[in-house]
């Protein structure tokens, strides 16, 4: 039997509302088009309310990502309100609204949590139906995952409404699961991610049974869709706070099924909060760096730079790090290939000039960022930071007419593959076979 989330009985008894008095929200920090959505809809006879994360971050002094708009109009009724509305998703129904080539705003109907009585009798339409059960705001405020992010702003009203307690929750700086962890984090264990993820963007604390759950749960995040993961794992990055929260994961016991493989030691959660740094500083990194940050720490262990060894064993030494990763969330080889370069690049940096190759290398297009990835790591007060300064010397130093440079390697002759074809017959011949 499917779990259920906590009963009604164990919900507040009516929703906290404040007036317009009483809060700090304007909407004069409401997206024009968002307030054209919500009027709109008002004018047409619509509950129309701002919802989710853009409310919280509102009531926080941030500026929220995007304007999310919840409505008692089904998608249908929102699409004859708007010309420049297109309905997206078979399994969650959305509208669409268009403004311009890049801005949408996304207008989702309240729902409710479905009832036996609301599913048809073959199970496999089960999952389509139940996440378009229509309801009330009440309804849809407890099908939401954190308290925080159920609350609403009533454009009819100017008033917030907050029927999970999330008021008291900003007020006190604290993440909570709606209804029960251990239930919530079975129906969808990336909520236990996303616990900790808003934790650290918002520096906020987890409710202690928010933690609890997130212990007990842990393991089931192995069996979450890895395009999830992935995505989730590179937003993170995005929001410049994966070295928090991977610490946070491994403390909860969340690290090892999240990223199989991975060793969470303290050089590489330094590495990773340095990475943080450089996105906050307007530098955001791509997959390809990410991953190599993830790895580099035992890739280094398992062909340090004082061994010089072959390249090829190191190239081989770097697929086998990113093999496993990359297999398991299917990334590119594109993203793949430049994660490894970035590994060997760390190598070569770490043996110093006056190598084979070094003419090769310093012309290689990923060197560049080899090397911010390898002063990162040296940005330690035992690092090699004068080994850095030679490296970016010689990078930036234009090469001079006349001055040897260090040996390049040979790059293998590709061998010519002679093409097998009949002969061609000469015009007016016949056909062997005709």
């Excluded at 007990?216 to 937003?235: D, F, K, S, V, Y």
């Excluded at 580099?296 to 990113?322: K, M, Y």
């Excluded at 930071?385 to 390697?409: C, D, F, I, N, Y």
Aim: hydrophobic share 40%.
């Amino acid at each position: 039997m499917p779990l259920k989330p906590s009963s009604e009985s164990s919900r507040p008894a009516e929703p906290v509302i404040l007036p317009r008095a009483a809060h700090g929200l304007s909407r004069s920090r409401i997206d024009p088009n968002t307030l054209q959505v919500l009027y709109r809809l008002r004018r047409a006879g619509h509950l129309a309310y701002l919802v989710g994360g853009g409310v919280r971050d509102l009531l926080l002094g941030r500026t929220p990502k995007d304007f999310d708009v919840g409505t008692d109009a089904t998608p249908q009724q929102v699409k004859k309100l708007f010309r420049n509305c297109f309905l997206v998703g078979r399994r969650f129904r959305l509208a669409h609204v268009r403004f311009g080539a890049d801005e949408v705003v996304e207008v989702a109907t309240f729902r409710r949590q479905a009832t036996a009585d609301d599913l048809p009798e073959d199970p496999s339409d089960h999952r389509l139906l139940a996440e378009n059960v229509f309801g009330t705001p009440r309804e849809d405020a407890f099908r939401r995952d954190f308290t925080i992010n159920a609350l609403f702003y009533d454009i009819a009203t100017f008033s917030i409404i907050d029927h999970v307690g999330g008021l008291a929750d900003l007020e006190a700086r604290r993440l909570r699961v709606i209804g029960d962890p251990l239930v919530r984090f079975t129906e969808d264990p990336v909520r236990m991610l996303r616990a900790l993820e808003f934790a650290a963007r918002l520096d906020f604390t987890l409710d202690e049974a928010t933690r609890e759950g997130i212990y007990t749960r842990a393991p089931l995040i192995a069996e979450a869709a890895p395009a999830r993961i992935r995505e989730e794992l590179l937003e993170l990055f995005r929001h410049a706070v994966a070295g928090k929260v991977l610490r946070q994961a491994q403390a909860t016991g969340l690290l090892e099924p999240l990223l199989a493989g991975f060793e969470g030691d303290d050089a590489t959660f330094a590495l990773l909060d340095r990475i943080d740094a450089r996105t906050r500083g307007g530098a955001p990194p791509g997959e390809g760096l990410v991953l190599a940050a993830l790895f580099l720490s035992r890739f280094l262990r398992q062909c340090p730079p004082t061994a010089d060894l072959p390249i090829g064993q190191v190239l081989e030494l770097a697929n086998l790090e990113l093999d496993l990763h990359c297999g398991y969330f299917r990334i590119s080889h594109g993203t793949r290939h430049q994660a490894r370069e970035l590994l060997v690049g760390c190598y070569r940096l770490g043996r110093g000039r006056g190598h084979r190759g070094e003419r090769r290398f310093l012309q290689h297009p990923a060197t560049p960022l080899a090397l911010e990835l390898f002063d990162l790591w040296h940005q330690t007060p035992d690092g090699h930071r004068q080994l850095v300064e030679t490296w970016r010397s010689t990078l930036h130093q234009p090469a001079k007419p006349g001055v040897p440079q260090a040996p390049a390697e040979a790059p293998a002759a590709p061998q010519k593959r002679r093409r097998r074809g009949r002969r061609r017959r000469p015009r007016g011949a016949a056909r062997p076979d005709a």
